[in-house]
C-alpha cells in the first residue's frame, strides 16, 4: 500500500498540481485509512479493499467521535486515490462509490462585521518593523480576499503598487485583484522603509517574510492573526480564512456582483461563491425575523 501512496503523492503534486495543504489533507487520510487496514483487518492490499470493509471502517470512525463533515472529507480523499489507481490501472473499481453517508450540514463562514474589521486593522500600532509589517499584511487579505497560503507566496513582482492591483498565478489560472488606497498606503510604507531593513538577502523575493528575512509560514501568519484579534477584544472565532470571508461577505453586501466576486477569489465555480449569498439572506432574515412588527 505505501509504495501506490508515494506514487499518488506524486501525481498529485506534479499532475493534479494541487496545493501542499490539500496533498497533505489526502495523504494523511489514506495513511490513517491504510494503517487501520493493516492493523484491524490485516489487509494490506489496497485492491483487496470492498464495500463491507469500508463500511465497517467509517462505522468504526463515527465510535472515535469523528464528525459528519470529517468523514465526509476522507471519502473523497479515498475517492480521488481510488480513481488515481483506476487510471493507472492498479485497481479495477472504486470501492468508496457505493457508500452512502450522512450529508453534513454545510456551516456558513464566519465573518466580522464592518465595525471589527476596522478594530482589527487599527490594532498594528506604531512605526515599529513589526507592527508595519503586520498592519500592511493585514490590510492586504481584507482588501483582496486572498488566502493565506497566498499571501506568504506572493512576490515582490506580484504586486503593483503604481496602480493598486496584485497578480495572482499558478500552473492552473491567474487573476488580478485591486487593492484600495489605504492598503496600498500600508503596503507602500512596508516595502520601501520596512522590507529593506527585514530582508538582507538579495534573493529572496517574497514580499513577506518573517521578522528574521525567511519564508513566512502559515502557522506563523496565524498567530498574528490570532494576537491582534485578542487586542482588539473580539469574541468571534477567528480563522485564516475570517478576513477573506469577510471580504466576500461585504463585497455582496454592498452591491457587488456574485460572479465578480467570484473572480477576485479565484473560484472555479459560482456554486462556491453563493455560500455568501446565503450568508447575507441567513443575517437578514434573522434582522427581519426580529424586528419587523409583523414578523412574530
Same mark, same amino acid.
Given at each position: 500500500m505505501t509504495d501506490y501512496i508515494e506514487i499518488f503523492k506524486s501525481y498529485l503534486l506534479n499532475e493534479k498540481k494541487s496545493s501542499s495543504n490539500t496533498s497533505e489533507a489526502y495523504l494523511r487520510d489514506i495513511n490513517?485509512?491504510?494503517s487501520y487496514c493493516a492493523s484491524v483487518e490485516k489487509i494490506d492490499n489496497v485492491i483487496s479493499v470492498? &464495500?463491507?470493509?469500508?463500511?465497517?471502517?467509517?462505522?468504526?470512525?463515527?465510535?472515535?467521535?469523528?464528525?459528519?463533515?470529517?468523514?465526509?472529507?476522507?471519502?473523497?480523499?479515498?475517492?480521488?486515490?481510488?480513481r488515481f489507481l483506476i487510471n493507472k490501472g492498479i485497481a479495477n473499481s472504486?470501492?468508496?462509490?457505493?457508500?452512502?453517508?450522512?450529508?453534513?450540514?454545510?456551516?456558513?463562514?464566519?465573518?466580522?462585521?464592518?465595525?471589527?474589521i476596522v478594530l482589527l486593522l487599527s490594532q498594528p500600532k506604531g512605526d515599529d518593523f513589526k507592527s508595519v509589517r503586520d498592519k500592511a499584511?493585514?490590510?492586504?487579505?481584507?482588501?483582496?480576499?486572498?488566502?493565506?497560503?497566498?499571501?506568504?507566496?506572493?512576490?515582490? &513582482?506580484?504586486?503593483?503598487?503604481?496602480?493598486?492591483?496584485?497578480?495572482l498565478h499558478n500552473d492552473k489560472k491567474e487573476r488580478i485583484v485591486p487593492i484600495y488606497p489605504a492598503a496600498?498606503?500600508?503596503?507602500?510604507?512596508?516595502?520601501? &522603509?520596512?522590507?529593506?531593513?527585514?530582508?538582507?538577502?538579495?534573493?529572496?523575493?517574497?514580499?513577506?517574510t518573517n521578522m528574521s528575512g525567511q519564508h513566512l509560514s502559515r502557522q506563523g501568519f496565524w498567530k498574528i492573526i490570532k494576537?491582534?484579534?485578542?487586542?482588539?477584544?473580539?469574541?468571534?472565532d477567528i480563522t485564516p480564512h475570517t478576513l477573506r470571508h469577510s471580504f466576500a461577505a461585504h463585497l455582496l453586501e454592498n452591491g457587488a456582483k456574485?460572479?465578480?466576486?467570484?473572480?477576485?477569489?479565484?473560484?472555479?465555480d459560482i456554486s462556491s461563491?453563493?455560500?455568501?449569498?446565503?450568508?447575507?439572506?441567513?443575517?437578514? &432574515?434573522?434582522?427581519?425575523?426580529?424586528?419587523?412588527?409583523?414578523?412574530?
Open positions: 490513517q485509512f491504510t470492498d &464495500n463491507g470493509l469500508l463500511d465497517k471502517y467509517f462505522s468504526y470512525l463515527s465510535v472515535l467521535g469523528k464528525s459528519d463533515s470529517t468523514k465526509s472529507r476522507i471519502a473523497a480523499s479515498l475517492r480521488c486515490y481510488y472504486n470501492p468508496i462509490d457505493k457508500i452512502k453517508l450522512k450529508k453534513a450540514e454545510k456551516k456558513l463562514p464566519g465573518v466580522l462585521d464592518s465595525s471589527e499584511m493585514l490590510e492586504l487579505l481584507y482588501a483582496t480576499g486572498i488566502k493565506v497560503s497566498e499571501l506568504i507566496e506572493l512576490t515582490l &513582482n506580484d504586486i503593483n503598487l503604481q496602480i493598486g492591483i496584485i497578480h496600498v498606503r500600508s503596503l507602500t510604507d512596508y516595502v520601501y &522603509n520596512v522590507r529593506p531593513a527585514i530582508v538582507l538577502d538579495e534573493n529572496e523575493d517574497k514580499l513577506f494576537h491582534y484579534a485578542e487586542m482588539a477584544g473580539i469574541k468571534k456574485l460572479s465578480d466576486i467570484k473572480d477576485m477569489l479565484g473560484h472555479t461563491t453563493q455560500i455568501y449569498a446565503k450568508l447575507i439572506k441567513s443575517k437578514y &432574515n434573522t434582522a427581519y425575523a426580529k424586528f419587523h412588527p409583523l414578523a412574530k
